[in-house]
């Protein structure tokens, strides 16, 4: 299994559809509602990809269990699986010059009956449980979303108040 950025900072010029939208999960082939992620948001765009190469002795592939966890102020606000999905937002989140599957391949997107993609509570990490054969693969893009500049400043701004007001009342208090 790899997982690579395929776009940072890309400030969509359309909506996207995404299977998964809110917290909770997502097991395969349960026609989810998903959501749309609207156009003018600026996104993250990152590309989880397993492929086993043999299967297990005794069985017709493999299973992966994993966790991705994004950092501290990246929220995650939407995830694409099935391979048409995929293949279809290619072109718009996919990194530039990475030769993708092609669009009629259909064993890339989270086919099996046990596949298993959970969005956490706190939209921070994701965890998938994925079965795969050899020769096929499951693919899964998360979209996260870039804070503002203006919230950082915000949130700056206001701790250096804090900061500044917390100065002042421990001067105030050292001169009674």
Not at 14 to 22: D, E, K, L, M, N
Not at 111 to 120: A, G, Q
């Amino acid at each position: 299994m790899y997982a690579f950025t395929e776009q940072l900072n890309l400030t969509l010029p359309s909506a996207v559809g995404a299977a998964i939208t809110t917290p909770g999960a997502w097991i395969c082939c349960s026609g989810t509602q998903g959501g749309i992620i609207p156009a003018g948001t600026t996104v993250d765009s990152y590309l989880l990809r397993y492929a086993p190469a043999t299967a297990l002795e005794g069985f017709t592939g493999r299973q992966l269990t994993a966790e991705i966890a994004f950092s501290t102020g990246e929220t995650i606000i939407g995830i694409i699986v099935g391979s048409t999905n995929i293949a279809n937002t290619d072109a718009l989140l996919g990194a530039p010059g990475t030769l993708y599957p092609p669009s009629t391949y259909s064993m890339g997107g989270l086919e099996n009956f046990n596949d298993e993609v959970i969005l956490s509570a706190d939209r921070s990490t994701v965890f998938v449980n994925l079965h795969v054969a050899p020769g096929n693969m499951d693919m899964i893009r998360i979209l996260t979303e870039v804070p503002e500049p203006a919230d950082f400043l915000l949130l700056g701004s206001g701790l250096a108040a804090l900061g500044f007001f917390g100065r002042r009342l421990r001067a105030s208090r050292a001169k009674s």
